[in-house]
């Protein structure tokens, strides 16, 4: 069964540090996802990605924030100058626009720690 | 998005039914209603979605009452890797990013 891969799985790196987190979504998929969960809390979504711009951010999503689909396969989350605060669970997900009823698949996400 | 309600926690006996409540009484005619749940820190994972109809998979039923202001999700034998948060939300099927608002869900614990 295709699915939504991650990389690193944990990512550790020191306040104001730049991160790239990485994302393979399924291969026929067109719409792409950044979520977030701090520990214990809700997932919150950060930012939907269509046809190789932003279609909607949410508060989060601020100028420390971008994303980047440099190829075909690959989908990236740049924190550039990272806070203490940005320590949490980072999942991407993806939809494919001929899905009938629209269901999201998350990847396994990534654990970024900020020192 | 509707809002939606879920108690906090809940138990369930291994082998028996998991039956697992939401109150979405703001619903629009035109949103469906999901359930995905997450195994301690995985990804979100898609269970069941459903307009008006009861659904069934082979993961799971949902009953959804005819007004729609109310769902159940029910899990038919209930096994200890069912343990998770699970998460009722509704959403409008076709918007363009069809992000998903996630709520605090219900922690269901699967006891042997």
């Known amino acids: 069964e295709p699915e939504v891969t991650q990389t690193p799985s944990h990512q550790v790196t020191q306040m104001g540090q730049e991160v790239i987190l990485r994302c393979v979504p399924i291969?026929?998929?067109?719409?792409f996802y950044w979520y977030r969960q701090i520990l214990g809390q809700k997932v919150e979504f950060l930012v939907s990605f269509y046809n190789n711009e932003i279609s909607e951010k949410s508060e989060i999503f601020d100028d420390q924030f971008s994303v980047e689909r440099p190829d075909g396969s690959n989908f990236t989350l740049k924190i550039r100058s990272t806070k203490l605060e940005d320590s949490a669970m980072y999942f991407c997900?993806?939809?494919?626009?001929?899905?009938?009823?629209?269901?999201?698949?998350f990847g396994p996400g990534t654990r970024l720690t900020v020192l | 998005d509707a809002k939606t309600t879920q108690p906090p926690s809940m138990d369930c006996a291994e082998g028996r039914a998991a039956n697992l409540p939401c109150n979405h009484s703001t619903i629009s005619g035109n949103e469906y209603v999901y359930w995905y749940r997450q195994i301690h820190s995985q990804g979100p994972q898609y269970i069941i979605h459903g307009l008006k109809n009861n659904e069934t998979n082979e993961m799971a039923s949902l009953i959804i009452t005819e007004d729609r202001k109310s769902s159940t999700l029910i899990l038919p034998h209930a096994t200890l890797r069912d343990t998770a948060v699970y998460y009722c939300?509704?959403?409008?099927?076709?918007?363009?990013?069809?992000?998903?608002?996630f709520g605090a869900g219900t922690r269901l614990f699967v006891k042997a």
């Open positions: 291969s026929n998929h067109l719409y």
């Open positions: 939300i509704v959403r409008v099927g076709n918007t363009g990013g069809f992000k998903t608002i």
């Open positions: 997900a993806s939809i494919s626009q001929g899905s009938s009823y629209n269901e999201q698949f």
